[in-house]
T-cell receptor
Framework: SQQGEEDPQALSIQEGENATMNCSYK?????LQWYRQNSGRGLVHLIL?????REKHSGRLRVTLDTSKKSSSLLITASRAADTASYFC????????????FGKGTLLTVNP | KAGVTQTPRYLIKTRGQQVTLSCSPI?????VSWYQQTPGQGLQFLFE???????NKGNFPGRFSGRQFSNSRSEMNVSTLELGDSALYLC???????????FGNGTRLTVT
């Protein structure tokens, strides 16, 4: 499978703690994206990081990318109960592919 | 700006029937993609359309087909339904191939 792999598969933390999710992939990328999905709903785009970038921030979110290790991480700081959701990384290989390849996701539970 | 709209929200069909799902993209978005989400396989790419042309197709049998209209609205059709087709079908639109995807809330298809 060319899907990325997230770890952990599930993560449970207390409000105010930081949450780190990791994503690994096997082939080259044009960019890597992170999405959030609340139960039974559509996915919401969080951050896009290009292959020539190493780190990107958006509010309480920080994404890093290490292309030599083919891995990325998503850090959510000062988590809130509303951050409870599944988080997916998605690989864009670029070119004429016109598709994203999603990992299996990390289910994050933030306990109040 | 209205988001991606998918109809219907829920569908229950029996084996052997066919089904048509509809997707209206965000105004101005010409690329529409479809994904199937199941607990076992995760998010799987079905196809991508741009200006009424299918540019990429995932590894699904010919029972899965789609089309895009001149107003960018898209439909996907599944014929001869099987139990394994039960899934959340997600439509997403984007402005161009390198932009993030905007997802609808999906159509939950149950095949009995």
């Amino acid at each position: 499978s060319q899907q990325g792999e997230e770890d952990p598969q599930a993560l449970s933390i207390q409000e105010g703690e930081n949450a780190t999710m990791n994503c690994s992939y096997k082939t080259s990328i044009n960019n890597l994206q992170w999405y959030r999905q609340n139960s039974g709903r559509g996915l919401v785009h969080l951050i896009l990081i290009r292959s020539n970038e190493r780190e990107k921030h958006s509010g309480r979110l920080r994404v890093t990318l290490d292309t030599s290790k083919k891995s990325s991480s998503l850090l959510i700081t000062a988590s809130r109960a509303a951050d409870t959701a599944s988080y997916f990384c998605a690989r864009d290989s670029g070119g004429s592919n016109y598709k994203l390849t999603f990992g299996k996701g990390t289910l994050l539970t933030v306990n109040p | 700006k209205a988001g991606v709209t998918q109809t219907p929200r829920y569908l229950i069909k029996t084996r052997g029937q066919q089904v048509t799902l509809s997707c209206s993209p965000i105004s101005g978005h010409r690329s529409v993609s479809w994904y199937q989400q199941t607990p076992g396989q995760g998010l799987q790419f079905l196809f991508e359309y741009f200006s009424e042309t299918q540019r990429n197709k995932g590894n699904f049998p010919g029972r899965f087909s789609g089309r895009q209209f001149s107003n960018s609205r898209s439909e996907m059709n599944v014929s001869t339904l099987e139990l394994g087709d039960s899934a959340l079908y997600l439509c997403a639109s984007s402005r161009d191939p390198n932009s993030p995807l905007h997802f609808g809330n999906g159509t939950r298809l149950t095949v009995t």
